[in-house]
């Protein structure tokens, strides 16, 4: 997502007197409401307020232990690593094998889709039945401009975050759910890179509330969107290792 313009220009003739003051009343009401609105959707969180601009706060790249995450290199553009509860959605019983590379210690995959799921999931394991994860990356390529760098960070302005929480409400409707509070919208920091953050909470099946936060980080030229969700029963399971999965997130190159 990269917004076409930020503000646009607005000719208004201001006069002297009561209606100088009319205009800064409306100003602060419009202020304020956008204000709320930001903060209600926890655009302020875990950022720092510098020169008027909100500057999120940058989070520690996380290194995981060899023995017992994953690595994967995904389209020769950026790497990611899951713990090893979480299998590769297998199309068949030697997909996993067929991208295993003896020489690296890891998986290189050169698909635009992947997802991961709960362990033994594929096995159809009645243990694995017990829960819910899912892991979605979806990898796009464009030309040079058409998303941020990696290291830019845009403010988002009330309609901005309004939009997006739209368009995730939306979705969610025409999949037959609905979303459950408020639709958080912010910028995170990786490191030395920036990513937009959704989080929410869906309805999911069998009355089974759902987590759900997507991530977007741009290079340039080139776009990840990564979905985590899981049970909201389940959060002690999963939410720990999902909040470090997104921290081992890194372009092979930033634009």
């Not at 990696?150 to 739209?166: C, S, W």
């Not at 759900?212 to 909201?232: A, I, K």
Request: net charge neutral; aromatic share 14%; glycine share 6%.
């Amino acid at each position: 997502m990269k917004k076409n313009n930020i503000w646009k220009s607005v000719g208004i003739g201001l006069f002297v007197g009561l209606v100088t003051v009319v205009f800064n009343k409306i100003e602060r009401s419009q202020r304020y409401e956008e204000n709320t609105k930001k903060y209600l959707a926890g655009y302020y969180d875990n950022a720092t307020l510098k020169n008027g601009k909100i500057t999120p706060n940058a989070q520690p790249i996380f290194i995981p232990p060899t023995d017992t995450w994953t690595n994967y290199e995904i389209s020769n553009a950026f790497t990611i690593s899951v713990p090893n509860t979480v299998e590769l959605r297998k199309r068949n019983d030697m997909y996993t094998q067929e991208v295993k590379e003896a020489g690296w210690h890891g998986y290189k995959i050169d698909l635009s889709r992947i997802t991961f799921q709960q362990k033994e999931l594929s096995k159809i394991d009645s243990k694995a039945l017990e829960t819910y994860c899912r892991i979605i990356i979806d990898y796009a390529q464009g030309n040079s401009g058409d998303f941020y760098k990696a290291t830019e960070v845009e403010e988002l302005n009330a309609d901005d975050i309004r939009y997006l929480q739209n368009q995730v409400k939306q979705g969610c409707e025409s999949a037959g759910f609905h979303t459950m509070g408020e639709v958080e919208v912010r910028w995170i920091r990786i490191g030395n890179i920036y990513g937009l953050e959704i989080a929410y909470v869906r309805s999911g099946t069998e009355d089974r509330q759902v987590q759900v936060y997507t991530y977007s980080f741009f290079n340039n030229d080139e776009m990840v969107t990564m979905t985590l969700s899981y049970w909201v029963k389940d959060r002690k399971i999963w939410e720990q290792d999902f909040h470090n999965i997104v921290r081992t997130f890194s372009w092979n190159e930033v634009k």
